[in-house]
T-cell receptor, first 112, second 114 residues
């Protein structure tokens, strides 16, 4: 089954404790991206990647890092999380020239 | 830069009434347009999309949307609202033919009153 998976689905952590949210897709998509969703703001892109070892900032990259060492994986790293990063995070993937992104199920992160 | 405006952060309709959720976009090149629905505590589900071809697009659950280039609009409609349609709806735009991000509107919460 074609899918984008994210882990963990729910996470409660404390300020400053490094964490990684994993994202994996099985569709051989080149393009992957991370979004955060906040009430009243919709979804905003954090980072994206057009292929292995190619990443770039989206609209709200501050406080986040990503890597793309393999085509299927695109982890989101918060090296020193802060409460303002409490949010719902979505990973998405698509073909580079394809119109439709596939979204993961979301990760709800709470930073205390 | 692309942008999406959804008119009305909250829309209430009676059960059986017409649902109309408005979306206007700005894009300097032909866009791909999407509507997503998010039920409480769930992820995003693609309702429908316009890429090329017919400008009236039918989606799941009886929803449809019409791409109107002259009005830069992609409004979502459903003839008769059902209680199960209560959710948040997001309009999104992506530039056709490129490796560009999907840009979302801020969302419209639909309430259906019995």
């Amino acid at each position: 089954e074609a899918q984008v998976t994210q882990n963990p689905r729910y996470l409660i952590t404390v300020t400053g404790k490094k964490l990684t949210v994993t994202c994996s897709q099985n569709m051989n998509h080149e393009y992957m991206s991370w979004y955060r969703q906040d009430p009243g703001l919709g979804l905003r892109q954090i980072y994206y990647s057009m292929n292995v070892e190619v990443t770039d900032k989206g609209d709200v990259p501050e406080g986040y890092k990503v890597s793309r060492k393999e085509k299927r994986n695109f982890p989101l790293i918060l090296e020193s999380p802060s409460p303002n990063q409490t949010s719902l995070y979505f990973c998405a993937s698509s073909l580079l020239a394809g119109p439709t992104p596939f979204f993961g199920p979301g990760t709800r992160l709470t930073v205390l | 830069a692309q942008s999406v405006t959804q008119l009305g952060s909250h829309v209430s309709v009676s059960e059986g009434a017409l649902v109309l959720l408005r979306c206007n976009y700005s894009s300097s090149v032909p866009p791909y347009l999407f509507w997503y629905v998010q039920y409480p505590n769930q992820g995003l589900q693609l309702l429908l999309k316009y890429t090329t071809g017919a400008t009236l697009v039918k989606g799941i659950n009886g929803f449809e949307a019409e791409f109107k280039k002259s009005e830069t609009s992609f409004h979502l409609t459903k003839p008769s609202a059902h209680m199960s349609d209560a959710a948040e709806y997001f309009c999104a735009v992506r530039t056709a033919g490129g490796n560009t991000p999907l840009v979302f509107g801020k969302g419209t919460r639909l309430s259906v009153i019995a």
